[in-house]
Nanobody
Framework: QVQLAESGGGLVQTGGSLRLSCAAS????????MGWYRQTPGKQREMVAT???????DYAASVEGRFTITRNNPKNTTFLQMDSLEPEDTAVYLC???????????WGQGTQVTVSS
């Protein structure tokens, strides 16, 4: 089992910044991927950004150039720096962790990000 604890959501104005953190604990394999999805009511869950334990990153086109994902491997923690936020970024942001060659995702409880216009 893997447990994930997120922090850093909140309310910000358009153009502002927020930094999300996600700390993983439990049975974490060395080769893994961590990242963030987001969800709004009535919409499908959307991948935002991912990062492997080797440092390979991937971003949704809608956040490329505005969001930056990083990680601290010894602390099993990932960070999402969100800049130039737009109202369309408003969502519940969910952290996940997954072993690279396994199918099971572990999810955090989610943190609300609200961007006011």
């Amino acid at each position: 089992q893997v447990q994930l604890a997120e922090s850093g959501g909140g309310l910000v104005q358009t153009g502002g910044s927020l930094r999300l953190s996600c700390a993983a604990s439990g049975d974490i394999l060395t080769n893994n991927i961590m990242g963030w999805y987001r969800q709004t009511p009535g919409k499908q869950r959307e991948m935002v950004a991912t990062i492997t334990s080797g440092g390979t990153t991937d971003y949704a086109a809608s956040v490329e150039g505005r969001f930056t994902i990083t990680r601290n491997n010894p602390k099993n923690t990932t960070f999402l720096q969100m800049d130039s936020l737009e109202p369309e970024d408003t969502a519940v942001y969910l952290c996940f962790s997954k072993a690279l060659f396994a199918a099971r995702y572990y999810w955090g409880q989610g943190t609300q990000v609200t961007v006011s216009s």
